[in-house]
């Protein structure tokens, strides 16, 4: 990733310079009316702002909407008459005039895609008056692929305009390749969501049938009460809309969960909440806190004999709302932990910490994963920082049936 941040610079760079350069051209010592500095600063100004108007639609792929959307944009910072965008068959999008040259330029494009190398050459037109005469084709290149092309059209050549050209190019590049590793970001998570379903514990789902099932004969409206809340926990588990949910719906689902726990347990499971229901709303990777609270009956209940007491807190920090999930049972040797959550060794108990802590880094940065403290004999302590904005993390809307 560090290479790719260096790539990204590099490809920005040019920006910034050909600002720079149209600014040097009418530079004055006075600033410009209006505070906004000199020309030259006017000038990267401009380009910066019109960058970074093409760049988000760019950032969902290289579609016939996405090039429509940032055309313009990508025109306007080269200075041509027409701009265009292709995939490797078609034309996406003509900005500019002259495009009764699309069906010639249609034909120039099979060298670029296949050598990955940029050409310019002479329009023939035989429309009067037509003011574009050359056109220069750049490909559009990710991960030493060919994605489509960036086809910049003038009255004349111009070696200016080649090497504009390129380097607009490689910027839309880079914006391509965001989108590819959204993308991959993307199918990571839900890879890792499904990993997680596929950890939900067999042995839970076993105990909890086998409660319900104890209470068929003795208390037929508490086996059917507990058979509900194991059909609304494994329906929140098993969902397919979405990367996110609220804490509402989270705490929800965990609800469910601890009524099974319960069923099994009685008295030896104390559980206290408290929810500031400002926090409710708050979006947050699916299925994240659900774990770490079966995590802490685990390490409370099973294995040990006596009772088990689960403080699960929500609180408003400002920016962010603070999650904490603490068990007064058997604890975890710290280097244990670390190994876990570095994926060096398999948890024995400690069921999707490593997981969830992945998610939490991935979804918000490396300074929002789990913070965890315990020790052995000393329960454990786990803490989640989720901020209360994030882009691209929001709620999918709800399908009709689940």
């Known amino acids: ?140 290149t990710v991960d030493d692929r060919v994605h489509g092309t960036l086809v910049a059209c003038a009255p004349r050549e111009s070696a200016v305009l080649v090497r504009a050209a390129g380097e607009v190019a490689r910027w839309v590049s880079v914006q ?22 596929a950890q939900i514990s067999p042995h839970f789902i076993f105990n909890s049938l086998a409660v319900i099932a104890s209470f068929v004969r003795t208390d037929p409206e508490r086996a059917r009460e507990l058979l509900l809340e194991f059909a609304d926990f494994t329906r929140y588990s098993f969902r397919r809309h979405g990367d996110f949910t609220t804490l509402a719906d989270e705490l929800h689902a965990i609800d469910h969960y601890l ?33 770490l609270v079966e995590n802490a009956v685990k390490h409370g209940l099973e294995g040990k004999t006596g009772t088990c007491h689960i403080q699960i807190t929500a609180q408003d920090a400002g920016a962010e709302a603070l999650v904490v999930i603490e068990d007064d049972g058997a604890g975890m040797d710290p280097v244990l932990l670390r190994r876990i959550l570095a994926g060096e060794t398999s948890p024995s108990g400690g069921i999707g910490l490593s997981n969830v802590d992945d998610r939490l880094r991935q979804v918000y940065g490396d300074d929002h994963g789990l913070v965890i403290e315990t020790a052995p004999g000393a329960g454990m302590k786990i803490t989640a920082r989720l901020p209360k904005y994030q882009p691209g993390v929001h709620q999918a809307a709800r399908l009709t049936t689940d």
């Open 259 to 291: 009524a099974l726990v319960r069923a099994r347990f009685g008295d030896r499971l104390t559980v206290t909440l408290q929810i500031a229901p400002e926090v409710l709303p708050v979006t947050l990777p699916f299925l994240c806190l659900q774990p």
């Open 176 to 197: 391509l390749e965001l989108a590819d590793l959204d993308r991959s970001r993307t199918r990571l998570i839900e890879a890792e969501i499904r990993a997680l379903r």
């Open 1 to 140: 990733m560090t290479g790719f941040l260096a790539g990204l610079l590099v490809a920005i760079l040019p920006l910034l310079a050909a600002g720079f350069w149209l600014g040097r051209r009418t530079a004055r010592p006075e600033t410009l009316g209006g505070g906004l500095g000199t020309p030259v600063e006017h000038a990267t100004f401009e380009t910066l702002h019109t960058a970074s108007l093409a760049a988000p639609p760019l950032r969902a792929g290289l579609t016939e909407e996405t090039a429509r959307r940032s055309a313009r944009r990508l025109r306007t910072l080269l200075g041509t008459d027409a701009l265009c965008l292709t995939d490797h068959e078609n034309l996406l999008v003509w900005d500019g005039v002259g495009d009764h040259h699309r069906t010639e330029i249609l034909e120039r494009l099979a060298g670029p895609l296949e050598s990955g190398r940029g050409e310019a050459f002479r329009l023939h037109c035989e429309v009067p008056d037509c003011p574009i005469h050359w056109a220069v084709i750049t490909p559009l």
